[in-house]
């Protein structure tokens, strides 16, 4: 056999080759590892290339208007153009930006597949803000198209606003003369002063009046001037109106100014005899006349009468007969109503005259001073005594301070009051306790004005105790013996204290304390002895008396010493038992818990690893068909051992000698 051939059944048939030209197995093994080695080879020249693949970035194949233009007063949804993009699909365009962002910057949004086509729409949609074109007149608006491998490409659209024409008036100024107006009904067409508008849009109609009337009103559709009340009662001759129409989009600029006169008219009232000022004092009778006036016109008329502040109108009547009086007391001392501004007009039914004015100003008249409280009792405790009996002298007299003064009783002169603020206050220190002074006294207080009036009113003076002593012992010092066998142990003696305060308010309720070892005094003075004492000891117990006072509050005395002397007994034997108890082992458990940590990388996507992924999949290929020839490999190698043993050692024998002899095989071949 030729090399060639050789060589084609080496490939097509190893193992009969290895075994007619006695070739060990492991020459097959290394012409396997090198066929490997080149399919990993091309596997990742392949991902290599798979990975260096890139995309195009998409395009907009279709933007059909690059400005478009809508008005500021559009309200309905409108679809302003379609825009197609081109590219890697899956593809979405988006709106990217507006500018500005206000007042109308959410009013623009992108909408996929408009009116059923396959294109994206950008859509003005009413109600998200406003269109105003005096604030902004132009939006920029950025739409973006990005494809699957998130390369993008933007475009612009430029959104103008269109402004709303206001509307104008067809005539802007008018006179009209209404003849008969006494006579004219209800409803009346006077003139029309209607507007045009360029844009075709609904106006609505208002109108004020100079001199202000409600006989004229406009129609608010229409624009027609009518009479909406009696002109008989219209007491002027003309009207000076305004008429104002609106779009109700732009400013209001369409004005039309109507002059209407009307023939005839009723005349006012005239009032005559007063408009001046009057002084008048606070005392001046309930009754009298202050004023009179006279009415001038040719109809019956009838008169009131007014006041500024309201409240005044209280203290004035007006006769049938003209004249002003006073209704009831006058009185200065009301500042509300010291001066008072009376208004009276008259009407003949249709027509009120101008009003005829009458200020009254009211003077001061000086009035008795009155002293309150009257003739009461007030209480405090004793000491230095300072009280405000809250006094209210009642004087109608602005600015008359009042004066204070003692004019009787003040036992032995043990009070004084402030001349001005009418404080009482004590001279000395007021005591009280074991009768030292008397626990009630009186006093006459008199408080007089400027003008010399007096008022007079008698207090009464409760001195009430205060708890000012503290208990005192009657014993600093107090000595008690006793033995350690005294079998009944309690009382053995007592302490006790006096009080000077009186027992008001629990002044002089004296208790009791203290304590030092087995040794307490109670609190009703009790020496107390309590199991412990010690025979050869003493005892020395720092007694303390307290009151019960509540002002300013209770009060201890200095302590006292107690001593209390323990003299033995004769020594007694105790027999003692101990008893020891085990304590109980406790046996503690400790759990251990194993803390399981997953770990997770979510960045790299599919589309990054594309080549990685097909060239693993490759080399698993090949792995998994030789681990398959591997074992079919050895298997074999096994049944023919098992079938003849003698002429498998041969085989191997003679293909590690023709390995050795073989030129094709050598080594160096490999």
Known sequence: MAATDKTCERKKNPLKFAAEYGQATDCYWHQTMKDIFHLLFGCLLLAGSLDGVSSAAPTFSSVPQPVVALKETETQIQDLLTVTCTGDIPLVVSLDSTVPSSPC?????????????????????PGQGTLKFSQVSNYVITLSCKDINSLSATTTVNVRIEPNTPPYPLQA???????????????????????????TDALSYSMTSSPSTSVFTVGSADGIIRTSGNLAAECRSQFDLTVICTDNINSVVGTSRVWVTLSGGNDRPAISGINYSLNVREDKAVGSSLASFTV????????????????SLQYFTLS???????????????????????????????????????????????????????????????????????????????????????????????????????????TLDYDIDQGAMPST??????????????????????????????????QQTQEITITDCTTSLGVIGTVTATDKDS??????????????????????????????????????????????????????????????????CPTTTTSTTTTT???PTTTTSTTTTTATISLTNSKTSVTDNLGWIIMAALLGTVLLALAAFMVWRYC???????????????????????????????????
Not at 296 to 311: F, G, H, I, R, V
Not at 378 to 387: N, V
Not at 446 to 469: P, R
Not at 504 to 514: K, L
């Open 581 to 583: 108890t085990k304590a």
């Open 173 to 199: 100024t008018k006179s009209y003369t209404l003849a008969n107006a006494k006579n004219a009904a209800i409803g009346t067409s006077v003139t029309s002063a209607s507007c045009n508008d360029d844009d």
């Open 105 to 125: 910057g959410t009013c623009f949004q992108v909408y996929p597949r408009c009116g059923g086509g396959t294109g994206y729409c950008l859509r003005y949609l």
């Open 503 to 568: 027992s008001f308010q629990g002044n002089n309720i004296i208790t009791y304390s203290g304590t030092n070892g087995p040794i307490t005094i109670g609190s009703s003075g009790s020496i107390i002895a309590n199991t412990g004492i010690v025979g050869g000891h003493s005892y020395t117990v720092s007694a303390v008396a307290k009151d019960a006072g509540l002002v300013p509050g209770p009060l201890s005395s200095t302590s006292a010493a107690i001593t209390v002397i323990v003299t033995p």
């Open 441 to 474: 006294d009186t006093i006459i207080v008199q408080v007089k004005d400027v003008a010399g009036h007096t008022s007079t009113t008698t207090v009464t003076l409760t001195i009430l105790d205060l708890n000012d002593n503290a208990p005192i012992f009657n």
């Open 296 to 311: 001038t016109d040719s109809d019956q008329t009838s008169c009131t009468l007014a006041a500024n502040p309201t409240t």
């Open 320 to 426: 049938t007969s003209n004249v002003i009086t006073v209704g009831s007391a006058l009185d200065y001392e009301q500042s509300l109503t010291r001066n008072t501004n009376l208004t009276v007009t008259c009407s003949d039914g249709y027509c009120t005259s101008y009003a005829g004015y009458l200020y009254v100003i009211v003077t001061d008249v000086n009035e008795p001073i009155t002293l309150y409280p009257r003739d009461f009792t007030l209480s405090t405790y004793e000491g230095k005594i300072s009280l405000d009996p809250g006094w209210t002298p009642i004087d109608p007299d602005e600015n008359d301070y009042p004066t204070y003064t003692i004019v009787g009783g003040n036992s032995k002169s043990r009070f004084a009051i402030n001349p001005t603020t009418g404080l009482i206050t004590s």
């Open 636 to 670: 074999g190698h096994l049944a023919a051992s098992s079938s003849s043993s003698g002429a498998t050692r041969a085989v191997w024998s003679d293909c590690a000698s023709a390995a050795s002899r073989h030129p094709k095989f050598e080594k160096s071949s490999l």
